[in-house]
């Protein structure tokens, strides 16, 4: 397995990995810690929406949608 | 801007705290949750008040409230917006948290998910930091054990030290225990020990700090230490929100400002700044939760969504995911077409039968004709048909409709449309709020309020009207019927493809608001999409049964009555302008001759034209002043069926075209009355309003053209 990070929305489809860094300040920051979304927490993308974007993600027992935008900002390790 | 913070956030917010409450008899309840973890239908069971319910995110746009008594109390429910946090990141979180710090609540009820519990304790933990009157109702418990998710409500209790109460809202099981649990705190009947959340070390030496001299100056009103955290967090709003409901500024004490500068420095020197602090705070509220949870809770089975995965496989797919949400619009459209005209000619065939009663009774009376004409062929018979062709309709396109609300549908569908609406740069939410347009656009442009940025939540509002409201439907529907489906011999067939065209116009009416948006976005509302999170509920069991009852009695009967509210006066100005004569032409005429040329460029004619402007009211009485305009008596005819109605129009000169153009307009044009009242009330502001009455009827005046035009000039008509 790769030793480097890697932005959420590069993690394929059906992989789980583990929130390294959020890459974001301010409101966004806020609202992703809001989600759950701490140091090693576990996440799963589950499936892209027809257009390709947003994905949802398998966070804390919830399904959650972000867009590429958003994703890009956390930092995960597989 | 019409769209400031005074009119968005705390507007809103002083409204909404602006309750006439007798403090002194009466208990108040805070009712708090996250979104869709059945927090309304938790109001509901206890105060009986008919909020609507929905199974997606954000769905209490207002703070309802409701009393319920127990015991001979009575107590007064307030439900706040649904929230993960009270840290004050949107309007609903600041609004959920001012009530609980300084609405005073005499306890504050935390409504939380079985199934994603874990998640949900994150709000549980920092409401517990504010206030220790707090009952903890773990809703859904049903959906927990088909999930196979155990949960030990004691050792739950135990570990947050408030009482803890097992739900399944839906079935009013644990209502009663839970009116229980609040009663005792209320009364002081039950000690609670609310477990502290213990932070960092550093952060905690912090607090130790500052905290003293804040307990000092606010003693009891507030939690000291909740507002030490909010200080050395550096929160500006919550900061001032505190100043304000103590009624002085807390930095202005030397000794607090001293204390927290002592207590910054501190926590600089260990190499933690603000966001730094706010991660570390929101990590310990998360690992407590996890720990709290691994003690309370076990899964039999950690594969327990799959079955909603493989669901979601199929309905979100790359290829089956947008054929399949058209489908079912289709399928939904085909059972009311199909379905209504039976309950229609029925309905019609009774109305009329009593009408004839009336008239007699007129007669019997000696009741000059005048009187008559006004009140039986003017009032009554336009409140006839806006009964029978709207009712039959809607009583089986609302429950349908909620059907795929309840099951947890529609934020599949934002999640489907999302990449479109982000490229108009809107807000992805703004397919929810599209969604709850087809109810009604007023209800639509309320709903606008989960959305954020002001200027997406404006673009919301102005292009709710692109989705056919239910007003609207009945004329989309009769035109659909009369123009296309019965071109076809075949009955069922003729109804497919009525169904295939709504879909289309529907389709139309989003990919409108898709390019308006855009423009708006590129033009008078500039900026880039905010960002975004939507999340996807577990899918739930609907009950069929209860969403019988709610969507007739809540949407059908609401819907109906505005619209023979407003039909009977209606019906009555028109009767007296079809029947007043200036100069040999009956004032409508008048209008209609006037308006003509006009309409005749846009694929329709003066009295069409005429009766949407006269349909300002409600959408619903377009199609019945058109008709009625057109009776050389005045006055609406016996429509028994749909065969009359066509060829009525037809002998006026209607083509399909007409019908193509109607239905257009009705798609594209002025929002109606409530609608734009209700945005000027939501906007704070005419000039938005204004705009929003505009763009649609400009927009349906181009399109309409260009159609016209085109086939026109194809030499089609």
């Given at each position: 397995?790769?030793?480097?990070?890697?932005?959420?929305?590069?993690?394929?489809?059906?992989?789980?990995?583990?929130?390294?860094?959020?890459?974001?300040?301010?409101?966004?920051?806020?609202?992703?810690?809001?989600?759950?979304?701490?140091?090693?927490?576990?996440?799963?993308?589950?499936?892209?929406?027809?257009?390709?974007?947003?994905?949802?993600?398998?966070?804390?027992?919830?399904?959650?949608?972000?867009?590429?935008?958003?994703?890009?900002?956390?930092?995960?390790?597989? | 801007?019409?769209?400031?913070?005074?009119?968005?956030?705390?507007?809103?917010?002083?409204?909404?705290?602006?309750?006439?409450?007798d403090?002194?008899?009466?208990?108040?309840?805070?009712?708090?949750?996250?979104?869709?973890?059945?927090?309304?239908?938790?109001?509901?069971?206890?105060?009986?008040?008919?909020?609507?319910t929905?199974?997606?995110?954000?769905?209490?746009?207002?703070?309802?409230?409701?009393?319920?008594?127990?015991?001979?109390?009575?107590?007064?429910?307030?439900?706040?917006?649904?929230?993960?946090?009270?840290m004050?990141?949107?309007?609903?979180?600041?609004?959920?948290?001012?009530?609980?710090?300084?609405?005073?609540?005499?306890?504050?009820?935390?409504?939380?998910?079985?199934?994603?519990l874990?998640?949900?304790l994150?709000?549980?933990?920092?409401?517990?930091?504010?206030?220790?009157?707090?009952?903890?109702?773990?809703?859904?418990m049903?959906?927990?054990?088909?999930?196979?998710?155990?949960?030990?409500?004691?050792?739950?209790?135990?570990?947050?030290?408030?009482?803890?109460?097992?739900?399944?809202?839906?079935?009013?099981?644990?209502?009663?225990?839970?009116?229980?649990a609040?009663?005792?705190?209320?009364?002081?009947?039950?000690?609670?020990?609310?477990?502290?959340?213990k932070?960092?070390s550093?952060?905690?030496?912090?607090?130790?700090i500052?905290?003293?001299?804040?307990?000092?100056?606010?003693?009891?009103?507030?939690?000291?230490?909740?507002?030490?955290?909010?200080?050395?967090?550096?929160?500006?709003?919550?900061?001032?929100?505190?100043?304000?409901?103590?009624?002085?500024?807390?930095?202005?004490?030397?000794?607090?400002?001293?204390k927290?500068?002592?207590?910054?420095?501190?926590?600089?020197?260990?190499?933690i700044?603000s966001?730094?602090?706010?991660?570390?705070?929101?990590?310990?509220?998360?690992?407590?939760?996890?720990?709290?949870?691994?003690?309370?809770?076990?899964?039999?089975?950690?594969?327990?969504?799959?079955?909603?995965?493989?669901?979601?496989?199929?309905?979100?797919?790359?290829?089956?995911?947008?054929?399949?949400?058209?489908?079912?619009?289709?399928?939904i459209?085909?059972?009311?077409?199909?379905?209504a005209?039976?309950?229609?000619?029925?309905?019609?065939?009774?109305?009329?039968?009593?009408?004839?009663?009336?008239?007699?009774?007129?007669?019997?009376?000696?009741?000059?004709?005048?009187?008559?004409?006004i009140?039986?062929?003017?009032?009554?018979?336009?409140?006839?048909?806006?009964?029978?062709?709207?009712?039959?309709?809607?009583?089986?396109?609302?429950?349908?409709?909620?059907?795929?609300?309840?099951?947890?549908?529609?934020?599949?569908?934002?999640?489907?449309?999302d990449n479109?609406?982000?490229?108009?740069?809107?807000?992805?939410?703004?397919?929810?709020?599209?969604?709850?347009?087809?109810g009604?656009?007023?209800?639509?442009?309320?709903?606008c309020?989960?959305?954020?940025?002001?200027?997406?939540?404006?673009?919301?509002?102005?292009?709710?009207?692109?989705?056919?409201?239910?007003?609207?439907?009945?004329?989309?529907?009769?035109?659909?019927?009369?123009?296309?489906?019965?071109?076809?011999?075949?009955?069922?067939?003729?109804?497919?493809?009525s169904?295939?065209?709504?879909?289309?116009?529907?389709?139309?009416?989003?990919?409108?608001?898709?390019i308006?948006?855009?423009?708006?976005?590129?033009?008078?509302?500039?900026?880039?999409?905010?960002?975004?999170?939507l999340?996807?509920?577990?899918?739930?069991?609907?009950?069929?049964?209860?969403?019988?009852?709610?969507?007739?009695?809540?949407?059908?009967?609401?819907?109906?009555?505005?619209?023979?509210?407003?039909?009977?006066?209606?019906?009555?100005?028109?009767?007296?302008?079809?029947?007043?004569?200036?100069?040999?032409?009956?004032?409508?005429?008048?209008?209609?001759?006037?308006?003509?040329?006009?309409?005749?460029?846009?694929?329709?004619?003066?009295?069409?034209?005429?009766?949407f402007?006269?349909?300002?009211?409600?959408n619903?009485?377009?199609?019945?002043?058109?008709?009625?305009?057109?009776?050389?008596?005045?006055?609406?005819?016996?429509?028994?069926?749909?065969?009359?109605?066509?060829?009525?129009?037809?002998?006026?000169?209607?083509?399909?075209?007409?019908?193509?153009?109607?239905?257009?307009?009705?798609?594209?044009?002025?929002?109606?009355?409530?609608?734009?009242?209700?945005?000027?009330?939501?906007?704070?502001?005419?000039?938005?309003?204004?705009?929003?009455?505009?763009?649609p009827?400009?927009?349906?005046?181009?399109?309409?053209?260009?159609?016209?035009?085109?086939?026109?000039?194809?030499?089609?008509?």
């Amino acid at each position: 397995m790769s030793e480097k990070y890697i932005p959420l929305h590069q993690l394929p489809i059906g992989k789980t990995a583990r929130v390294k860094e959020l890459v974001c300040d301010g409101n966004i920051r806020r609202r992703m810690l809001d989600l759950g979304l701490i140091h090693e927490t576990k996440i799963e993308a589950l499936q892209k929406s027809p257009s390709g974007d947003p994905t949802a993600y398998y966070i804390r027992g919830a399904v959650i949608a972000l867009r590429s935008e958003e994703a890009s900002k956390i930092l995960v390790k597989m | 801007m019409g769209l400031t913070a005074q009119s968005t956030g705390t507007g809103i917010l002083k409204q909404s705290f602006d309750f006439d409450f007798d403090l002194q008899n009466n208990i108040i309840i805070a009712l708090a949750g996250n979104p869709n973890v059945g927090k309304s239908t938790v109001f509901n069971g206890l105060t009986g008040l008919n909020q609507h319910t929905g199974n997606w995110p954000g769905k209490t746009v207002t703070n309802a409230h409701g009393k319920y008594v127990h015991r001979n109390k009575t107590f007064i429910m307030v439900d706040l917006p649904g929230t993960y946090s009270l840290m004050a990141n949107s309007v609903e979180e600041e609004i959920a948290r001012d009530f609980i710090c300084y609405g005073n609540p005499h306890a504050t009820v935390v409504v939380t998910d079985a199934t994603c519990l874990e998640r949900n304790l994150n709000l549980v933990l920092q409401t517990l930091e504010i206030t220790n009157k707090v009952v903890v109702c773990v809703n859904l418990m049903d959906e927990a054990k088909r999930k196979k998710i155990h949960i030990n409500i004691q050792e739950l209790s135990k570990q947050l030290g408030v009482p803890v109460i097992p739900t399944n809202a839906r079935n009013h099981v644990g209502l009663k225990e839970l009116m229980d649990a609040v009663y005792d705190i209320t009364n002081n009947n039950v000690a609670t020990h609310p477990i502290q959340v213990k932070y960092p070390s550093v952060i905690e030496h912090a607090i130790q700090i500052i905290e003293p001299t804040i307990r000092e100056l606010v003693k009891h009103k507030i939690s000291s230490r909740w507002v030490a955290l909010r200080l050395l967090d550096g929160e500006h709003d919550t900061i001032r929100s505190i100043n304000q409901y103590l009624g002085y500024d807390l930095l202005k004490n030397q000794q607090v400002s001293m204390k927290l500068s002592e207590a910054l420095q501190y926590l600089d020197a260990h190499g933690i700044n603000s966001d730094k602090f706010r991660d570390m705070i929101v990590s310990e509220l998360i690992h407590t939760a996890e720990n709290i949870c691994n003690h309370a809770i076990t899964f039999e089975n950690t594969k327990y969504n799959e079955f909603d995965r493989k669901i979601d496989r199929i309905v979100t797919s790359k290829l089956f995911g947008i054929p399949i949400m058209l489908s079912l619009l289709a399928i939904i459209f085909w059972i009311t077409i199909a379905g209504a005209n039976i309950p229609s000619e029925m309905i019609s065939a009774f109305l009329f039968w009593l009408e004839e009663h009336f008239s007699n009774l007129f007669i019997k009376l000696g009741a000059p004709s005048w009187l008559h004409d006004i009140l039986v062929l003017g009032m009554y018979r336009t409140l006839a048909w806006v009964i029978s062709v709207m009712l039959p309709p809607m009583a089986i396109f609302f429950p349908l409709f909620t059907l795929l609300e309840d099951l947890g549908y529609l934020p599949r569908v934002a999640f489907n449309l999302d990449n479109f609406f982000k490229k108009a740069c809107a807000h992805g939410k703004q397919a929810l709020t599209m969604c709850m347009g087809f109810g009604c656009n007023a209800a639509g442009v309320i709903g606008c309020r989960i959305i954020d940025s002001p200027r997406e939540r404006l673009i919301a509002i102005i292009t709710n009207n692109f989705v056919p409201c239910n007003g609207r439907f009945p004329t989309l529907i009769a035109m659909a019927a009369i123009f296309i489906g019965s071109t076809m011999t075949n009955s069922i067939a003729g109804s497919v493809l009525s169904s295939l065209v709504l879909t289309a116009v529907v389709l139309l009416g989003i990919i409108v608001s898709l390019i308006i948006s855009k423009i708006l976005s590129k033009t008078l509302l500039k900026g880039l999409p905010s960002s975004f999170t939507l999340e996807l509920p577990p899918y739930r069991k609907p009950q069929i049964g209860r969403i019988i009852v709610r969507s007739i009695f809540d949407r059908t009967l609401f819907v109906l009555g505005r619209a023979v509210a407003v039909a009977a006066p209606a019906g009555l100005v028109i009767w007296m302008m079809a029947n007043i004569y200036i100069n040999d032409l009956s004032i409508l005429s008048h209008c209609a001759g006037f308006l003509n040329p006009f309409a005749q460029l846009i694929g329709l004619d003066g009295y069409i034209l005429m009766a949407f402007i006269l349909g300002l009211p409600a959408n619903e009485i377009v199609i019945p002043i058109a008709i009625m305009s057109y009776m050389a008596s005045g006055s609406l005819m016996e429509l028994d069926n749909l065969t009359e109605l066509k060829n009525l129009l037809i002998s006026n000169g209607w083509t399909w075209l007409t019908g193509i153009c109607v239905m257009l307009f009705s798609l594209c044009h002025f929002p109606c009355g409530t609608t734009l009242w209700t945005i000027k009330k939501e906007t704070q502001s005419l000039k938005w309003a204004i705009i929003s009455l505009c763009i649609p009827t400009v927009t349906g005046i181009v399109i309409c053209f260009v159609v016209t035009t085109v086939v026109r000039l194809l030499g089609l008509v």
